[in-house]
């Protein structure tokens, strides 16, 4: 069983930042596939990015040049740092890692004044 536990949301203004983190605990040998999805009222959740263990990344298009996913597999934990955010950002954000199924995050509020 792996259990997520996120950190990092809140209120900002536009053109700010925020750094989203989420640590997985429990029995994990390693975590094939680490990432963050995004839902905002009225809308379909999301990919935000996604980054595996060796490295690969995927971004929305939306969040390019902006947004960067990192991991520290040494903690299981992977960090989102959001940048020059905008309003349409504003989201409940969940992290999701792949193990030998899925597990998402309880989410975490980011919202984005203008």
């Known amino acids: 069983q792996v259990q997520l536990v996120e950190s990092g949301g809140g209120l900002v203004q536009a053109g700010g930042s925020l750094r989203l983190s989420c640590a997985a605990t429990?029995?994990?040998?390693?975590?094939?596939?680490m990432g963050w999805y995004r839902q905002a009222p009225g809308k379909q959740r999301e990919l935000v990015a996604d980054?595996?263990?060796?490295?690969?990344?995927n971004y929305a298009d939306s969040v390019k040049g902006r947004f960067t996913i990192s991991r520290d597999n040494a903690k299981s934990t992977v960090y989102l740092q959001m940048n020059n955010l905008k309003p349409e950002d504003t989201a409940v954000y969940y992290c999701?890692?792949?193990?030998?199924?899925?597990?998402w995050g309880q989410g975490t509020q980011v919202t984005v004044s203008s």
């Open positions: 999701r890692v792949v193990v030998t199924r899925t597990y």
């Open positions: 429990g029995s994990i040998f390693s975590i094939p596939v």
């Open positions: 980054l595996g263990s060796g490295g690969s990344t």
